[in-house]
């Protein structure tokens, strides 16, 4: 696996640095597929802060892309924190895709007259588990709303009365689909549809 490692606020030490190809590059044993890793470290300027440093991990090969941003008080402990919560993520992928390449899912049943028919497997319930013993996502809420088309300005306006962490828009300078989000350290990102 390709590893790339970047920093801001902070430096990148050969003992750092060997944690991380260390760590992160073995991976991939858990899931053949992965191509490069992308390791990025911050530390946050405020002294009050106690987990200062952040080790933000991005997993990418063959369509799959993980990702995990921890926090912890020295970017050791940091690499060790997103190490642990990337195998957890790979072994739920890994056992989704067993799970779909195994044919889970629908059951062939024939009936009285003669003919064929998918017979659906029972719904899991919201309780359920995957392999890892964590719950499934599951979606539990759909909405359906009219898009407009809005300023950047106006969107983070509206996502801001509403309460929420982001709204999905048609940016009216574009005219592509975009989001504003509320990010951790306060500040509203955009992300807009590439032309």
């Not at 044993?29 to 530390?43: G, K, M, P």
């Amino acid at each position: 696996m390709e590893i790339s490692i970047s920093s801001r606020h902070t430096t990148v030490t050969r003992g750092l640095e060997e944690a991380v190809r260390a760590k992160i590059g073995q991976l991939d044993r858990y899931l053949d597929d992965l191509d490069t890793a992308e390791v990025h470290f911050d530390e946050a300027r405020n002294p009050r802060i106690v987990d200062q440093q952040t080790c933000e991990v991005t997993l990418t090969g063959h369509g799959h892309r993980l990702r995990c941003k921890v926090n912890a008080p020295d970017a050791f402990t940091a690499v060790d924190l997103a190490e642990a919560k990337l195998e957890r993520q790979i072994r739920k992928l890994r056992t989704k895709l067993q799970n779909r390449h195994r044919g889970r899912g629908d059951t062939i049943r024939t009936s009285s007259d003669g003919e064929v028919r998918p017979i659906p497997e029972a719904a899991e319930g919201p309780g359920e588990v995957d392999g890892d013993g964590e719950p499934e996502l599951q979606i539990v809420k759909t909405k359906r709303f009219h898009l407009g088309p809005l300023s950047p300005e106006e969107a983070a306006l509206k996502m801001d009365l509403m309460g929420h962490g982001f709204f999905f828009f048609i940016n009216s300078a574009t005219g592509r689909s975009a989001v504003v989000y509320r990010r951790d350290d306060g500040a509203v990102g955009l992300i807009d549809e590439a032309g």
